[in-house]
């Protein structure tokens, strides 16, 4: 199946400044590429999603860049707030089947 | 949008009883849902893909008869661990797919096993 791990478990910024999170993936299968907003003691929210044919979108504050030549994703968030402060998941799916890397922690100084 | 109902948010039970997990589609039917598992600082892992109207399919380690899953209707899936032992102390997390293709999460449960 899919493998999908995260470069840093851990991720400090400073408010305002912009936050970039990297996923890599194995399995070049994947028809999305997903990522997710978990905050403590709550299920994941959907932030952004990319199909494996493109190599960028963008969303409010927030982008995803694929590249599927060293298959990897990133997730770029903007002018980053205090509320952006959880952990980050990336995932890949093919249909319905769904994988999860292991999570960046997001932390949002002030 | 579309919302996914999960409950209880937690419980504790005692070791050896049963307890069972409902996730709901409030505005949407889904036809297919998911059930995940979060250890502690830890990704989620899938456990089993639940299947309106037929039987649940489980991912490899999960025992079946140990995690029952029902999916009756096209918004009701439900989970029961039955015998929990304390190592199935977990956060538990459905999810369903809309017929749009997105997926949306359910709040979450946690299991304490005493």
């Known amino acids: 199946g899919e493998s999908v791990g995260l470069h840093l478990p851990t991720l400090s910024v400073q408010e305002g400044d912009n936050s970039i999170i990297n996923c890599a993936y194995s399995?070049?299968?994947?028809?999305?590429f997903i990522w997710y907003k978990q905050e403590s003691g709550k299920g994941p929210q959907f932030i952004i999603d990319?199909?494996?044919?493109?190599d960028k979108r963008q969303g409010q504050r927030v982008t995803v860049l694929l590249n599927k030549t060293v298959k990897h994703l990133s997730l770029q968030i903007a002018a980053t707030q205090p509320g952006d402060s959880a952990v980050y998941f990336c995932a890949a799916r093919r249909v319905d089947d769904m994988r999860f890397g292991a999570g960046t922690r997001l932390t949002v100084k002030p | 949008g579309a919302v996914v109902s999960q409950h209880p948010s937690w419980v504790i039970c005692k070791s050896g009883t049963s307890v069972k997990i409902e996730c709901r589609s409030l505005?949407?039917?889904?036809?297919?849902m998911f059930w995940y598992r979060q250890f502690p600082k830890q990704s989620l892992m899938l456990m089993a893909t639940?299947?309106?109207?037929?039987?649940?399919?489980?991912e490899q380690g999960v025992e079946k008869d140990k995690f029952l899953i029902n999916h009756a209707s096209l918004t009701l899936s439900t989970l029961t661990v039955t015998s929990a032992h304390p190592e199935d102390s977990s956060f538990y997390i459905c999810?369903?797919?809309?017929?749009?293709?997105?997926?949306?999460f359910g709040s979450g449960t946690r299991l304490t096993v005493v």
């Open positions: 639940s299947n309106e109207g037929s039987k649940a399919t489980y």
């Open positions: 999810s369903a797919r809309e017929n749009r293709g997105g997926y949306t």
């Open positions: 505005d949407f039917q889904a036809t297919t």
């Open positions: 399995n070049s299968a994947s028809d999305y």
């Open positions: 990319i199909r494996s044919n493109m």
